[in-house]
Nanobody, 119 residues
Framework: QVPFVESGGGLVQPGGSLRLSCTAS????????MAWYRQAPGKQRELVAL????????TYADSVKGRFTIDRDIVRRALYLQMNNLKPEDTGVYFC????????????WGQGTQVTVSS
């Protein structure tokens, strides 16, 4: 029922890079704002990056600004998060969702993809 499927996570050393993908079915990224969130162990889920439906506004959390880049492919219905210069504090489960979609409003999330940054 949840259209979002996240992938691309893994174990990486500090300073490394990962590219996360979020594919969606039954929802058009051209019609909805999309965002990446993450949840570290014992922490609340936080917004990492957001892109409005028309790409007029892109917002990043201060902790990732300059290191992460959000992008999308409308045709392939995919959302991406390029993560560079990863730090241990970036560790967590990463999710994608539409902040103004019914899925977000009803607290519907995909399985997420685990990102572990450790030496």
């Amino acid at each position: 029922q949840v259209p979002f499927v996240e992938s691309g996570g893994g174990l990486v050393q500090p300073g490394g890079s990962l590219r996360l993908s979020c594919t969606a079915s039954g929802i058009s990224f051209s019609a909805y704002d999309m965002a990446w969130y993450r949840q570290a162990p014992g922490k609340q889920r936080e917004l990492v990056a957001l892109m409005t439906h028309d790409e007029s506004t892109i917002t990043y959390a201060d902790s990732v600004k300059g290191r992460f880049t959000i992008d999308r492919d409308i045709v392939r219905r995919a959302l991406y998060l390029q993560m560079n210069n990863l730090k241990p504090e970036d560790t967590g489960v990463y999710f994608c969702n539409g902040p103004r979609s019914t899925f977000f409003v009803n607290d519907r999330w995909g399985q997420g993809t685990q990102v572990t940054v450790s030496s």
